[in-house]
């Protein structure tokens, strides 16, 4: 006679082999079998190996016979019981939100369909916006701020006495002029500084100069506005992993579903398209990423210029010797506006005219350039996660 008893998990079962007469004629007895057990085996808390007998801790079975289902069974301890998705929401998603340099990818617990990839925090700072002016256009020469000098010593030299010749108002280009001059040999300058007449002394008319002549008037014509923007940028990522169906084992309303782990976030996440508000309940920490950009930046075509500054005319001033007034027959020099001339002999300086004066540079100061519009996420997602503080 023998006997064989089979222990599995919590069950036990027994099988009797016994012929058909000793069957019939043996005594009773204590009978001493050999016993198996079979305990199931740990899975590491992975949930859901796929070897023969192994757990699967999503397809609310009980696959090692231990009469434990998903989230109940020990086998499933990286699985966690958690609440129905609301209505209106899809789930459940590990989530990743973070640096985009550092995104983990799926992991094996959370590959379960296409997964969600989407981005926020964008950077893009407003439109640089830059306003320019063209050349002044329509500038003149004021003849009549030119002021000539005469001076006692040669350009250069330090000076005792000059004497500033009268403005002409009203001065026209190639029109004589001398209302008043200069006359050589009547003027002494003493080394104090005292001017005196007396014609035995040396002479005083040894230099003239012309002050620079500014150009007035005109205007500059305002070129359109340049616009320049940045490329928007993302400084967050966000990754959200599908779970695999919902397993059982849990309490009335919660189901099974896998825990995920760093770098995700600590609870797991149901989402919605848009930006809405997280639903009463379980699921309050909230994250919306976006997977658009709508970018309107610009600058208004506002600019705009000042009047011309900084012009100067290019002048050229002839002298003349005559010492009747407004005469100019006996030329003397030519000299520049902004610059000097000497002169010998101690001549008399009275007719004057300016022979040739053009306007030259010029600028205009630029205004307006109002940089207008943003870019802003487009295509929201938003995602509720549980809490795990």
């Given at each position: 006679?023998?006997?064989?008893?089979?222990?599995?998990?919590?069950?036990?079962?027994?099988?009797?082999?016994?012929?058909?007469?000793?069957?019939?004629?043996?005594?009773?007895?204590?009978?001493?079998?050999?016993?198996?057990?079979?305990?199931?085996?740990?899975?590491?808390?992975?949930?859901?190996?796929?070897?023969?007998?192994?757990?699967?801790?999503?397809?609310?079975?009980?696959?090692?016979?231990?009469?434990?289902?998903?989230?109940?069974?020990?086998?499933?301890?990286?699985?966690?019981?958690?609440?129905?998705?609301?209505?209106?929401?899809?789930?459940?998603?590990?989530?990743?939100?973070?640096?985009?340099?550092?995104?983990?990818?799926?992991?094996?617990?959370?590959?379960?369909?296409?997964?969600?990839?989407?981005?926020?925090?964008?950077?893009?700072?407003?439109?640089?916006?830059?306003?320019?002016?063209g050349p002044a256009q329509g500038q003149r020469c004021d003849l009549g701020s030119v002021q000539i000098s005469v001076s006692d010593a040669p350009c250069g030299s330090p000076r005792v006495c000059a004497w500033d010749l009268e403005r002409v108002p009203g001065w026209a280009l190639n029109a004589c002029a001398g209302p008043?001059?200069?006359?050589?040999?009547?003027?002494?300058?003493?080394?104090?500084?005292?001017?005196?007449?007396?014609?035995?002394?040396?002479?005083?008319?040894?230099?003239?100069?012309?002050?620079?002549?500014?150009?007035?008037?005109?205007?500059?014509?305002?070129?359109?506005?340049?616009?320049?923007?940045?490329?928007?940028r993302w400084t967050g990522l966000g990754r959200a992993c599908p779970a695999p169906e919902a397993g059982q084992g849990c309490n009335v309303g919660r189901v099974c579903a896998p825990r995920p782990g760093a770098p995700f976030e600590g609870g797991l996440c149901i989402a919605k398209d848009g930006d809405n508000a997280c639903?009463?309940?379980?699921?309050?920490?909230?994250?919306?990423?976006?997977?658009?950009?709508?970018?309107?930046?610009?600058?208004?075509?506002?600019?705009?210029?000042?009047?011309?500054?900084?012009?100067?005319?290019?002048?050229?001033?002839?002298?003349?010797?005559?010492?009747?007034?407004?005469?100019?027959?006996?030329?003397?020099?030519?000299?520049?506006?902004?610059?000097?001339?000497?002169?010998?002999?101690?001549?008399?300086?009275?007719?004057?005219?300016?022979?040739?004066?053009?306007?030259?540079?010029?600028?205009?100061?630029?205004?307006?350039?109002?940089?207008?519009?943003?870019?802003?996420?487009?295509?929201?997602?938003?995602?509720?996660?549980?809490?795990?503080?």
């Open positions: 006679m023998s006997s064989r008893l089979v222990v599995r998990g919590a069950r036990l079962a027994a099988w009797v082999g016994l012929g058909a007469a000793g069957a019939l004629a043996a005594p009773a007895a204590c009978l001493y079998p050999d016993y198996t057990f079979d305990e199931p085996e740990p899975s590491g808390g992975g949930g859901g190996s796929t070897g023969p007998g192994s757990e699967d801790c999503s397809n609310g079975a009980d696959d090692d016979g231990d009469g434990l289902v998903d989230c109940a069974d020990p086998a499933c301890g990286d699985f966690v019981c958690t609440a129905a998705v609301p209505e209106g929401w899809s789930g459940y998603f590990a989530l990743y939100d973070g640096a985009p340099a550092m995104d983990p990818g799926c992991p094996a617990a959370f590959a379960a369909g296409q997964p969600f990839v989407g981005n926020r925090g964008l950077s893009a700072p407003p439109a640089t916006c830059t306003c320019s002016c008043d001059g200069v006359f050589g040999g009547g003027m002494a300058c003493e080394p104090g500084g005292e001017c005196k007449a007396d014609r035995e002394a040396h002479p005083c008319v040894a230099s003239v100069s012309a002050a620079p002549l500014e150009a007035t008037d005109g205007s500059c014509a305002p070129s359109p506005v340049q616009v320049e923007a940045l490329a928007p639903p009463p309940g379980a699921y309050t920490e909230k994250h919306v990423f976006f997977t658009g950009i709508e970018d309107d930046r610009g600058c208004e075509d506002d600019c705009a210029c000042g009047e011309p500054s900084n012009g100067t005319c290019r002048a050229t001033i002839a002298l003349y010797a005559d010492a009747e007034m407004n005469t100019c027959e006996t030329p003397l020099v030519e000299v520049l506006a902004g610059a000097c001339a000497n002169v010998e002999g101690n001549p008399t300086v009275v007719g004057r005219k300016v022979t040739s004066a053009t306007p030259a540079g010029g600028a205009c100061a630029p205004s307006g350039g109002t940089a207008t519009g943003a870019a802003r996420g487009a295509s929201p997602r938003t995602f509720c996660c549980q809490s795990q503080g």
